[in-house]
């Protein structure tokens, strides 16, 4: 976005807010969008030998699943089944342009741990106009708040507690025109406007406790509250640690990096992990020569300058410096070439050892990872989770472990060593899982005849991207949150929006064109999770009032006709959590209102809007207690249209303070179960 900065001491400056990485796929593989259509005409999702089981699995209803699956993805140790109530007993709310929280009566939503709450009682508070230092927010919680999770205190023993935990929550980017009492004061940036933007970005732990009213509360002074930013020390784990093309002048041995950035989506481990995920990411840095490396070419590193000119900080220090990864910029001082491949993604965070360093999980790829998902767990068998590329035309992934996943055994070695899948969706309703793997010999002769080289697997991670190109994988609409159903397994993933898909890419009965509303598809593996075949159909187009997703009896009403689904989530009783992320002028106008999040039936496909969120935000990140009794829901740039002089929210706070993102803390004023 564009902002026009009043005070005398402020640059105008162009800065994009946004997140969004150009599209930088321009492979002739097929689309999602030029296959739809004979898949919709064939119906192939229960199809031949597969018709009874997949008519069994998908005729399963919601009463079967109040069990001990924990939420999303069935990790970690069980706990105990909720209380029967009626699934989607609550009145669907309305659509509107409010700047509050809006939910169905019976329900009650308080704003919790907003954008510079301090971590603990001794540091520095929240100024509301804007002037807390970068150190000051390296103790507050972060900006823009995204994928979040929920660990009860004792989760490594039993998860049943419900009234005390750990919250880890992401934060995605940030808003120059919010953070900075006036926006940006001058390029070259100052120091610590700096500091505190990098600061701003990763991940907080917050120890928090439910109290006798029913609110919550953070654990002040607990060892366990913990921010990691942009500047916190991490290994690099896996087949790319010690690499050639991760030597930096900080790790000159290739182990080491500096902070997680434009941390978006998030998953957690069997045992008891956080994972963050690195989307965006390459816009942060610049590389100013001719002729880029492939390796930030094909995620678009930008030419002319960083995001946010991090790299311009004056004075010049290496912290800074590193954003700059042009050769002209390499002297011997600061050779950074290679600190944009140390980023893009998948970080392990280990919330209850304050001490721990974060782990960046090479072998899981290297792309604009939106999120994380663990299939159904299996004891004795390969863990096997998806992620999608968060960009147009990009791809949906899969990894499988080497190893078997033992409960008493597991940990983060098992994210280290397997196999990295990349899915073609074919135009029967059937899919392939396409290795990205130099043991393959199909994948090394595919790669022989595109006249591609990979020195080892590291270059084939560490390049992830041009590695799916080659084998031909299926270009999406923006691939980006996931869930897994904790009984039946299959897989949900949304599918957000594609502007830039024209007609001369579709068959003639195709769904959209200029997909600006986005879908949900799913899939079933066969026989076992790490299987390499799959079946798929949609399971909605999004779209206004009317839009029917054919083969289907739902067509969307005004009870929950939505645009751009993005989160996504599976509660513990099967119910599918739908999350928007409306942007530009279908957030501003039209008939969708402000971001909301619906929860589905994905058996029967009833589906309610259950929240509408305030001003210019995005509704993202969700979890719950084991009880489903309390709801976690983030709510990210509210009045993300700002001026430093004209808020177009005031979002939590009210008056007419600068907008916060935060959590939101939703009951039920019975008592009962979230959704019933």
């Known amino acids: 976005m564009t902002a026009s900065k009043s005070n005398q001491n402020v640059v ?7 997140g969004v990485d150009p599209q930088t796929n321009f492979s002739l593989n097929p689309t999602f969008a030029a296959i739809v259509d004979s898949r919709m005409a064939r119906r192939n999702f229960i199809k031949g030998s597969m018709g009874a089981a997949m008519a069994a699995f998908l005729g399963s209803t919601l009463a079967g699943c109040n069990s001990n699956s924990d ?3 069935s990790a970690g140790p069980t706990v105990p089944p909720v209380t029967s109530a009626p699934l989607l007993g609550f009145a669907a709310i309305a659509t509107n342009r409010a700047d509050t929280i809006t939910v169905p009566a019976g329900y009650t939503a308080r704003p919790f741990l907003p954008w510079g709450t301090p971590l603990s009682g001794s540091y520095p508070a929240y100024l509301a106009d804007g002037s807390n230092s970068g150190s000051e927010q390296e103790q507050q919680v972060g900006m823009h708040h995204d994928g979040m999770h929920f660990f009860p205190i004792d989760s490594r023993t039993s998860a049943e507690n419900s009234a005390e935990g750990l919250l880890v ?5 940030i808003d120059n025109n919010l953070i900075h009492p006036n926006g940006i004061t001058t390029v070259p940036r100052l120091a610590d406007e700096v500091r505190k933007e990098v600061a701003a970005h ?5 120890h928090i406790q439910k109290q006798a009213d029913g609110s919550w509360a953070l654990v002040n002074n607990s060892p366990f509250n913990r921010r990691i930013t942009g500047a916190t020390p991490m290994e690099l784990a896996g087949p790319v640690r010690g690499s050639a093309k991760v030597v930096t002048k900080y790790s000159p041995d290739g182990h080491r990096t500096r902070g997680t950035l434009n941390n978006c989506g998030n998953g957690y481990t069997p045992w008891g992990t956080y994972l963050t995920c690195e989307e965006n990411w390459a816009g942060y840095f610049v590389n100013t020569d001719a002729e880029q490396p492939r390796e930030h070419r094909r995620y678009g590193v930008p030419a002319n300058n960083g995001r946010y000119l991090w790299e311009t900080a004056t004075p010049a220090a290496d912290q800074y410096q590193r954003f700059n990864a042009s050769t002209l910029a390499a002297d011997a001082s600061a050779d950074y070439r290679n600190e944009p491949n140390t980023f893009g993604w998948i970080v392990e965070i280990d919330p209850f050892n304050p001490d721990s360093v974060p782990q960046k999980r090479t072998a899981l790829g290297r792309f604009g990872h939106e999120g994380i998902i663990f299939g159904k767990l299996e004891e004795g068998k390969p863990l096997v989770f998806y992620s999608g590329d968060d960009s147009r035309f990009e791809y949906i992934y899969k990894f499988v472990s080497a190893a078997p996943y033992f409960q008493n055994t597991a940990g983060g070695h098992l994210l280290n060593d397997g196999i990295l899948y990349v899915a073609r969706f074919n135009d029967d309703g059937s899919g ?4 990205l793997d130099l ?4 994948f090394v002769a595919k790669v022989a005849t595109a006249g591609g080289v990979f020195a080892d697997q590291a270059d084939v991670l560490i390049n992830t991207r041009l590695a799916a190109d080659i084998v031909g994988a299926t270009k999406m609409d923006r691939p980006e949150w996931g869930a897994v159903h904790p009984e039946t397994g299959e897989v949900y993933f949304t599918l957000t929006n ?3 898909r024209t007609e001369d890419q579709l068959d003639a009965a195709n769904p959209r064109a200029n997909n600006t509303t986005g879908h949900i598809i799913r899939w079933h593996e066969r026989n076992s999770q790490e299987a390499t075949a799959f079946d798929w159909d949609i399971f909605l187009l999004a779209g206004d009032v009317g839009t029917a997703t054919p083969d289907s009896e739902l067509t969307l009403t005004a009870d929950n006709h939505l645009a751009s689904p993005d989160g996504l989530w599976f509660d513990k009783n099967g119910l599918l959590w739908i999350q928007t992320d409306m942007s530009g002028s279908q957030q501003g106008e039209g008939p969708y209102g402000n971001n909301q999040m619906l929860v589905a039936d994905p058996v029967t496909r009833q589906i309610k809007r259950f929240l509408v969120g305030p001003t210019d935000c995005e509704v993202t990140g969700i979890s719950a207690t084991p009880d489903m009794k309390t709801l976690f829901v983030n ?6 249209r700002s001026a430093p002089d004209n808020f177009t929210s005031n979002w939590p706070d009210g008056g007419n303070s600068r907008p916060r993102s935060a959590t939101v803390v939703i009951t039920k004023d019975d008592g009962g179960v979230i959704g019933s």
């Open 12 to 18: 105008s400056i162009s800065i994009d807010n946004s």
């Open 71 to 73: 939420d999303t993805s």
């Open 169 to 173: 929550f992401n934060h995605e980017y």
């Open 202 to 206: 990763g991940v907080t732990v917050a």
């Open 432 to 435: 392939e899982w396409l290795p």
């Open 439 to 442: 043991n393959n010999p199909d």
């Open 498 to 500: 594609n502007s830039r």
């Open 635 to 640: 709510i990210q740039h509210p009045g993300d």
